[in-house]
């Protein structure tokens, strides 16, 4: 069960708001079920929040983790690729195109950053810290630590790959994580939501519900 301490953001906090795009949502080429039931949560969540960045999905055409790149496969299966197991995707937030772009109901306008990710062809990334490979860095890490972050809040699409690895990594970086739970959707494809719990809850982030946040 989640803590149900209260938490009221300071200037040593950051939102970090997880692929909020087009494709993500209904009628989307990769829609999360109810994805778009993260949004309200969000923008009022996104109002305690001094400080917020973005992470956004951005494949060139032909990316790795696409099934239509691996002529045998579909999609939600796996195939090894050269850093492990990848699941393979409908193509989906393809670099300028209108699925790729981040939702507009999405209201944030004080967000100071938004990663890319998932824009080297042949590595998938899901994380906003690091890509699949789980070596190579996008960046985020160095950005936090430099402006003086201590708590990290991450929330958005998909809970269980997206939102869970970008926590992972950020305690893994040494920021105490926080997962906002009902601020994002899972996919939940092979028992992907499961192991992301038991992921979570081993790497010492904390599930929390967004009326835990204080809203000023």
Not at 45 to 69: I, K, M, N, Y
Not at 74 to 98: A, I, M, N, R
Not at 99 to 104: D, S, T, Y
Request: negative net charge; proline residues 6%.
């Amino acid at each position: 069960m989640a803590e149900r301490m209260t938490i009221k953001p300071g200037e040593n906090d950051i939102l970090i708001v997880v692929d909020v795009q087009n494709d993500f949502l209904p009628g989307g080429a990769l829609a999360v079920p109810e994805g778009d039931a993260v949004i309200e949560p969000i923008n009022r969540l996104a109002r305690a929040f001094r400080h917020v960045v973005l992470t956004q999905d951005w494949h060139p055409e032909g990316h790795a983790s696409f099934a239509s790149s691996h002529p045998a496969k579909q999609p939600f299966e796996t195939t090894d690729l050269h850093y492990g197991p990848q699941v393979l995707w409908p193509d989906h937030c393809v670099q300028g195109t209108p699925g790729a772009e981040i939702a507009r109901e999405l209201d944030i306008p004080h967000a100071q950053l938004v990663i890319r990710k998932g824009y080297n062809a042949g590595i998938d990334s899901y994380s906003g810290f690091k890509e699949a490979d789980r070596q190579t860095s996008t960046g985020p890490a160095g950005y936090l630590q430099e402006r003086g972050f201590r708590r990290v809040f991450c929330a958005g699409l998909a809970l269980d790959f997206c939102v869970a690895w970008t926590a992972l990594d950020a305690a893994e970086a040494g920021f105490e994580t926080y997962l906002i739970e009902d601020a994002s959707r899972a996919i939940d494809t092979n028992g992907s939501l499961e192991k992301a719990r038991q992921d979570l809850e081993a790497a010492g982030v904390r599930m929390i519900k967004s009326d835990q946040i204080v809203v000023a």
